[in-house]
């Protein structure tokens, strides 16, 4: 068949354009972008990002999403690939749900505590056949901001309560109150109607968790060597807890909107709660503009937040995305990043060289409040082995769980 | 001929991922939020609805979200959710209170809650009880702390104000609506509860046994002048009606704010209202806003109602809520003006709380008020002229039926049949033991004859006034599809035997009318219901159901 020259020239051109654009619409999907791309984009796509998927816990949120940006400007990459990290919230213990039953396979797991990753780490165990996590490996595992919990009550109502310091029995102390009939009329103060507490669920958030392990340590007056038949075989326990959590109206899902209610309703609803020094600190000057000065206590031994941040040992997390977790999890740790999270948000820093007291730092405008640098005077309570820890959580979930 | 079939490929492949790329550019159409929330928040959301709507939003799929809003008493809504004849997408009551009971309701078909997690706050409005300043004044307000018990004193005393030095302000009259179809009444009988029993948590299924409460909630719904659908209607019923109509009702916070704010720019000629924190404690309205969890609501709905969620929650819309009267739920925002006393309100109010009782409990005292509701005597005028014949008597009939389906045993039914003659079908007495046989009456009623109106409402006037019990609610349903063809007495003779009754104020007998098709006088009927204290209604075969609804929410 006879083709003449011109219709080859023509088809070659033609053949040539639509591949072209073919490709780019591959390559670059909003057909906009590729309107506009530079030219060699087109021919030559840009390395594919290494992606860092992070599922962590809602009370560093703010943080997180500020210092990630600060994260992007150095555009961090391996192997000449861009790091892009990915950022999902979650309550501590649905963290480790989702990991369990496979609906998120992440790159890092950031709950608020330690305690959910030794938790992740017996239940991966069984789950997958190996722990994808070990919080005892300083390689994947890094505490990165550190906060303890803490009881933030309205000062007004603490003054009345407490004054400067409750007794060494608090727990033992809220209980009586909250279930006192008289309420605060007990104390002069008929127009504040019933003593009013709030922690969040234990089974979802680890404030709450927390909370209702300090209060079992309280009950028995010791911090260390709790086992599950304390929580199991003693009825006078069993009843002094439930008559507290059962004073509780509604236990929210996470920290962090607790406090937000704290704040939003006030003493009514709320007279004190049980949350981390760093979520109150964060919400002391809103609570000016709303109903007044708050009250900060110390429990007379306490359990600690610290935030790890920990690199799956999963088979669905690459060599690269385990070293772009690396640089990422350095970036949180770096002095930078550490500051941000004392002097807008109240945590404190594991980098230990940074001040805590610093002008203009919380710590520093909120003191009166009763905040305090130095906790070491204040003893921690021992983290139960994983049986007690599931036992008392089963015991809630059984007898409280609404 | 192969070079052919290659280039027509090629060409082909070209349109191909050219349409692919452009299709995630050119939105592919748009989803639809359908939203049903409480009344009281109208005069935030509608503005903000429209303005959500003018920026075109998109979803992450980049379709346009496209929100619909309707208010509606916040029981009057979820029960219709749970029935199926409403289907939206988000619902935000009032308040959180009912969502137990709503989930207990719900379950009872369905293998899920329909409301799951903890639903975001909106916007928060404490529940008060909102009086006019001088009586809240007479009552020793703002020194001394007012609660729900002195309400209920003040509904049970004989001497009514006379007993605090206002004999000219005649019996107390209080409101609240309905706890059938919305939150604040729901709120203010659990209140009546907790105030009859001299508790203020801690309320069981067996309290409700006791004969004490009963008795107290009795006498507290005895000053009640009527009942309403949803608390935003009902505040406008207040501060259009003034305090000869209504000494004081439940409502929000916002409400009287808003209230406050128009009479000091001049847009209410009323005398200044006052919210009251009742000293035992009160509820919070907090505006949850809840993207239920049915089958109706699909996947790409809810991330289109996240998206309108995060909208309203950002700084400007919640400084917006602020200037309405509402306590942001962003606790970053300071308490301030119109939050103040200026507008009636207290921002260091409540200093408690009542707490939440269980579904069970809350359902409990709901039959304990329909056993202790203030009862209604009712007469029915209906028009069964000729004109009425086909479609109209039809669906007058079947609707009526429906609606002394409604009423309590204890309420008294009396209904009038006008033509040229006026014939009683059943005489003004308890409902609880004739039901069935008003109901066969109802159902062989036929139209023949003239239209003798103002003589059908004149009588059912004078006889209620007669022969109703001033401590029931007093109420007259008129329907007419015609002018007045064959009276002896003129409207000015029925007006003015409303207007010699203005005394009474909000205990007076209320006469609602029901324009019945196009050919009713809607001028005359306004005339006879606006000065009663009811309503007029314009009315067809199409939405009478829904206008007895309506009409049946004030009992």
New interface residues.
């Given amino acids: 068949m006879y083709t003449p020259r011109i219709n080859w020239v023509l088809f070659v051109l033609f053949s040539l354009a639509a591949i072209g654009v073919f490709a780019a619409a591959l390559i670059s999907p909003p057909f906009r972008e590729v309107a506009y791309a530079p030219a060699r984009e087109l021919i030559i796509p840009p390395p594919a990002p290494v992606i860092v998927s992070v599922l962590y816990s809602t009370e560093k949120e703010a943080w997180l999403n500020e210092v990630i940006i600060d994260f992007e400007k150095t555009n961090p990459t391996i192997n000449g690939h861009p790091v892009k990290v990915e950022l999902e919230k979650m309550g501590s213990w649905e963290i480790n749900a989702a990991v369990l039953d496979g609906t998120r396979k992440p790159t890092i797991v950031s709950p608020a505590s330690s305690l959910q990753i030794a938790a992740l780490q017996d239940a991966s165990a069984s789950q997958f056949g190996k722990a994808i996590v070990n919080p005892a490996d300083t390689a994947t595992c890094h505490s990165v901001l550190m906060t303890p919990l803490v009881l933030i009550a309205w000062k007004e109502r603490a003054d009345v309560l407490w004054g400067q310091q409750p007794s060494a029995a608090v727990w033992r102390n809220i209980h009586d109150a909250l279930v006192n009939p008289q309420g605060w009329a007990s104390m002069n103060h008929p127009e504040w109607g019933y003593v009013k507490f709030g922690h969040t669920d234990p089974l979802k958030s680890n404030s709450g968790y927390m909370t209702i392990l300090l209060m079992t340590y309280g009950y028995y007056n010791k911090t260390s060597n709790l086992s599950a038949s304390d929580i199991l075989s003693n009825s006078d326990y069993q009843k002094w807890f439930l008559e507290t959590e059962s004073s509780i109206g509604q236990f929210e899902s996470s920290t962090g909107p607790l406090m937000d209610k704290m704040i939003s309703y006030g003493p009514s609803t709320f007279d004190f709660v049980s949350v981390y020094e760093a979520t109150a600190l964060s919400q002391a000057a809103n609570a000016v503009g709303r109903y007044g000065e708050l009250r900060i206590y110390y429990p007379s031994a306490m359990l600690w937040s610290d935030h790890p941040f920990c690199i799956l040992n999963a088979d669905w997390v690459t060599p690269q995305q385990t070293s772009a977790a690396q640089l990422f999890i350095d970036y949180l740790t770096s002095k930078p990043a550490q500051q941000v999270a004392l002097m807008k948000y109240g945590f404190r820093p594991v980098d230990t060289s940074i001040k805590l007291d610093q002008a203009g730092s919380p710590f520093d405008q909120y003191a009166a409040n009763g905040f305090r640098t130095n906790l070491s005077a204040i003893p921690n309570v021992e983290i139960p082995a994983g049986n007690v820890l599931n036992t008392l959580k089963d015991f809630w979930s059984r007898k409280v769980s609404k | 001929?192969k070079?052919r079939v290659?280039?027509i490929l090629?060409?082909f492949?070209?349109l191909l991922?050219?349409c692919?790329?452009?299709s995630?550019?050119i939105p592919s159409g748009t989803v639809t939020v359908r939203i049903v929330y409480g009344s009281e928040k109208q005069a935030w959301l509608d503005p903000l609805i429209k303005q959500f709507n003018d920026a075109h939003n998109k979803t992450a799929d980049g379709k346009t979200i496209v929100v619909e809003g309707t208010a509606l008493g916040s029981i009057e809504s979820v029960n219709g959710i749970i029935s199926g004849t409403l289907q939206p997408t988000v619902w935000s009551p009032a308040s959180s209170i009912y969502i137990p009971v709503a989930n207990a309701e719900w379950k009872k078909t369905h293998a899920d809650d329909l409301v799951t997690?903890?639903p975001?706050?909106l916007v928060?409005s404490?529940v008060v009880i909102a009086m006019w300043r001088p009586m809240a004044q007479a009552l020793g307000w703002p020194d001394k702390?007012l609660g729900w018990a002195d309400i209920a004193n003040l509904a049970t005393s004989a001497d009514g104000w006379s007993a605090y030095g206002h004999p000219e302000w005649g019996q107390f009259k209080f409101g609240h609506t309905h706890p059938a179809y919305s939150n604040s009444g729901i709120v203010s009988i659990i209140a009546e509860t907790y105030a009859g029993l001299g508790k203020?948590?801690g309320l069981t299924d067996a309290d409700l046994q006791s004969p004490q409460v009963k008795d107290f909630m009795t006498q507290v719904e005895s000053s009640i002048i009527h009942y309403g659908t949803s608390t935003g209607f009902f505040g406008d019923r207040m501060f259009q009606n003034g305090p000869s109509y209504l000494s004081a009702a439940v409502l929000y916070e916002n409400l009287i704010v808003a209230q406050e704010t128009k009479r000091l720019s001049g847009q209410s000629s009323q005398i200044p209202v006052v919210a009251i924190y009742p000293?035992?404690?009160?509820f919070?309205s907090n505006h949850p806003y809840v993207i239920l969890n049915a089958s109706w609501v699909t996947a790409e709905q809810k991330d289109a109602a996240g998206v309108f969620e995060s909208f309203l929650l950002d700084k400007p819309q919640q400084l917006k809520a602020l200037e309405l009267g509402f306590?942001?739920?962003?606790?970053?925002?300071?308490?301030a003006a119109p939050l103040d006393t200026q507008h009636g309100a207290d921002p260091?109010?409540?200093?408690?709380?009542l707490?939440?009782p269980s579904a069970s409990v809350i359902e409990g005292i709901q039959n304990l008020w329909t056993q202790t509701k203030k009862p209604v005597d009712l007469i029915v005028v209906m028009d069964i002229s000729g004109s009425m014949q086909g479609d109209k008597i039809t669906t007058a009939r079947s609707s009526l039926m429906k609606f002394v389906q409604k009423l309590d045993d204890r309420d008294r039914l009396r209904i009038d049949l006008f033509s040229s003659d006026i014939n009683t079908l059943t005489p003004l007495t308890e409902l609880g033991s004739k039901r069935q046989k008003v109901l066969d009456s109802v159902s062989g009623i036929f139209e023949q004859g003239n239209t003798r109106l103002y003589d059908a409402t004149l009588q059912a006037y004078q006889d209620l006034q007669k022969d109703g019990d001033p401590k029931h609610i007093r109420a007259i349903v008129v329907l007419t599809d015609g002018q007045d063809t064959q009276s002896s007495s003129t409207l000015d003779d029925v007006v003015s035997a409303i207007n010699a009754a203005q005394g009474e104020g909000g205990n007076s007998i209320k006469v609602f009318t029901i324009a019945f098709g196009g050919d009713a006088d809607k001028d005359v009927l306004t005339q006879i219901a606006t000065p009663s204290g009811g309503k007029e209604y314009d009315s067809s075969p199409e939405n009478i159901q829904k206008i007895y609804d309506d009409i049946a929410t004030f009992f």
């Fill in positions: 001929m070079l290659l280039s090629t060409a492949s070209l991922s050219a692919s790329a452009l995630s550019v997690g903890n975001k706050d928060l404490p702390a203020q948590r000293k035992e404690g009160t919070w306590r942001p739920a962003d606790p970053a925002i300071p308490l260091k109010q409540p200093q408690t709380i707490e939440i």
